[in-house]
């Protein structure tokens, strides 16, 4: 029988009245199950009641000893099934007793099982009575649950104390297809229109997915706005990761949480908050999301982990390399420039770079460097720097040979491109190999980096004068660079507007003095320059007293490698320099002495004390080789010896660092060439002093002193004291020393205390003396393994 449609609505609407139920024409599901499954996220926590169970309560109190009778008969069924070759049957979904205030309850519960063997009986006979009364107390007035219960009463007095009244609650029976009675509404069970109920602020049989995705969008941005400026708390970092599991959180609310934490993460202290919240396991899965932005929101986000030494390692004890080496074949640019960012980061340390070569990414990476997107070409290019600045990752980014490609970028319009790719370069050039450096001259670097060194761009100017430095530790590339006039043109930097610019240019023409050739070239150039513009003639004094620290480094030792070749000595001569590099003895930074002392002369004289009792190892070892170059000439030795800086000198031997040592026993050789420097010597009753050294663990100051001893020996003077301390014994043992140079170093004070009667007597007596000795040790150990026997 066909019924018309209006009339079944009608008779529809009957039922719902009869059978006290929701009057629903289109079918929607209202369910609680269906809002539990789609609604999530905190604000949708207070549409629901917390649920309890049996297990829930055993899980939270295990010295109760609560044990659920169903899972016990499950797990019981599971067994008898298991043993009859039955199937496992799936667990029950439970349905746990749903009440409002389960923290109330929790404390009742403690509170009558005051022994661990009441739990389970206080739990069977009055848990569900005691939700019950809770529940009549939270309905309005006329409305109750009932209970069917057929056990006795039973109750510990302590319970019934705590709750009086329960025994009298009333038992009565729901009867069947009936349920409690609502309000009388076109809207679902959780619709606004029921005042007395807390629902959410749509109509739910209205709202739609989209809205819902809408809502909770909305509800990020407000929870971002009203936190923004304030630092990353952990309740609200586990809001932030609440979001992230579920389907119905739309991609835009997710990028919306992934952008602000990326932001946040620059900061060490916002990075270490996030690290140790959920958010971080969320961002690691959020890599594979089908969302662009998801994706390169989380590898920037872990970039900047991973650039932060304190974040660092749980990135590389994570295994991501692999991740985010796939995401660089992805079809976004963006992602792939965020892939790349991170992995530049990671590649910072050995063990990300490692990661890295391991996972198959170097081709990749050189396919990225012709990428049409000049974001992807700058993150490529930083990241095959990183991988040649390990030693143990270099070959194998060398060994594809990218120079050709890095080379080919410099001449684009880009900036940061061809920053990051000079940066690449001077990686390459690092390496003693200079198979790179001349795979870069093939190339034609030289001809970009001239252009380069004219740009307006002062980073590009400073990278350019980088390059060049690394490139000249080649002497194949320095020829080169020699060959191309580029030194006139790194002079003229000396006059940059930007100090690193002049940093970076001297340190260059410091590595181009190494040569003969290229010192000379430094020395026409800055003729030329400093004549024609400042009518001046190679002046170095403005340098030396630039503010810059690097800047007087590099230039004291710029002069000192002028001063070592012949061809440009005598200019280095004629400058007025050495009262200025006198001064940078007392710079705060010690380095700097290194480079100065090759170009000072007798005035600094007065300063030598003071230097030589330095606390610093490194000031006290440059003012013993400063004292020995004073000391190797002939008209500086007579004015050092006038200080008698022998007794200084010898007080260094108790020094513990062992090239301080080396030193002062260099200084003292030169002095001892001079007649009178080994009477300084003999004077300052160093002889003892000096035979003890021979015994010293570094084979260097061995070796010295076997020089020093010598030098002595051939001066009438202090032959016979030499001869009378017996060096002999100590240096014929020195003749089967390990070290190679230390046996050779022995022959010469031996052959020059030879030249004198008393010393060849000397030395066979000495020989002699460790015959006898060595026969007698024979003699020792034969009776003591005859006694053995």
Known sequence: MNALGSKLKVLTRLRCEIFQTSYNPQNLR??????????????????????????????????????????????????DRKRRGKGTPKKAKTKGTRFAHAVFVRSSLILFSGEQEDGQEAVECEG?????????????????????????????????????????????????????????????????????????????????????????????????????????????????????????VSGSTKVAILSELADRTASESEARAVVDSPVFNCILQMLGSPYTGARSSSCRMLGNLASHDCTAPAILESNLCARLVSLLHDKGSEVIREAMYALYHVAERIEGAQAIVEAKALNRVLVLLESPHSHVQKWACGLAGNL?????TAPAILELNPCMQLVSLLPGNDAEVILWAMYALAQFAR?????????????????????????????????????????????????????????????????????????????????LARLSNGAQAIVDGAQTIDAVLYGKVLDFLWLLESSTPNMRDYTCTLVGMLADHEPTSQAVSELTLCMRLVSLLYDEDSKWLYGAHAALDAGALDHVFALLESPTPNVRESTCVLVAALASHESTASALLTLKPCERLVSLFRDEDFDVVE???????????????????????????????LESPSPSVRKKTCKLIGTLACHDCTSQAIIAAKPCARLLWLLHDQDIQVMAGATYPLSRIAGWVDGAQAIVDAKHSIMSRHYSNLQVRSSENGLAN
Not at 486 to 508: K, W, Y
Request: charged content about 20%.
């Open 30 to 79: 209202t369910g609680a199950k269906y809002l539990r499954k789609h609604l999530r996220g905190p604000a949708m926590v207070k549409y629901y009641p917390e649920v309890i169970n049996l297990s829930a309560i055993a899980r939270e109190f295990p010295k109760m000893g609560i044990v659920d009778p169903k899972e016990v008969q499950r797990l019981a069924d599971v067994e």
């Open 128 to 248: 569900t009575r005691l939700i019950i009364s809770m529940y009549r107390k939270l309905l309005p007035c006329g409305k109750h649950y009932s209970l069917s219960h057929d056990k006795p009463d039973r109750c510990p007095k302590h319970f019934a104390h705590a709750q009086p009244g329960l025994h009298s609650l009333p038992r009565t029976f729901m009867p069947p297809l009936t349920r409690q009675d609502t309000r009388p509404s076109i809207h679902s069970y959780w619709s606004d229109s029921n005042p007395n109920l807390q629902g959410p602020t749509i109509n739910l049989h209205a709202a739609s997915k989209p809205l819902m995705r809408l809502l909770y969008y909305r509800q990020v941005v407000e929870i971002i706005k009203k936190n923004r400026g304030s630092p990353l708390s952990p309740s609200m970092l586990e809001i932030y990761s609440s979001y992230f599991p579920w389907d119905y």
């Open 388 to 392: 040649a600045l390990h030693e143990s």
């Open 431 to 511: 390496w003693g190999d200079s198979m790179q450096a001349q795979a870069m001259i093939n190339a034609n670097v030289l001809y970009q980096i001239e252009v380069l060194l004219r740009s307006s761009s002062p980073g590009t100017r400073k990278s350019s004068c980088t390059l060049l430095a690394r490139l000249a530790c080649h002497d194949s590339a320095a020829l080169a660079i020699m060959k191309r006039n580029l030194c006139i043109q790194l002079v003229s930097r000396l006059r940059d507007e930007d100090p690193e610019v002049m940093v970076e240019a001297i340190s260059a023409l410091s590595q």
């Open 663 to 693: 030193q002062a026993t260099e200084a003292l050789y030169q002095i001892a060439r001079w007649l009178d420097g080994a009477q300084a010597i003999l004077d300052a009753k160093a002889i003892e002093r000096i035979l003890i050294l």
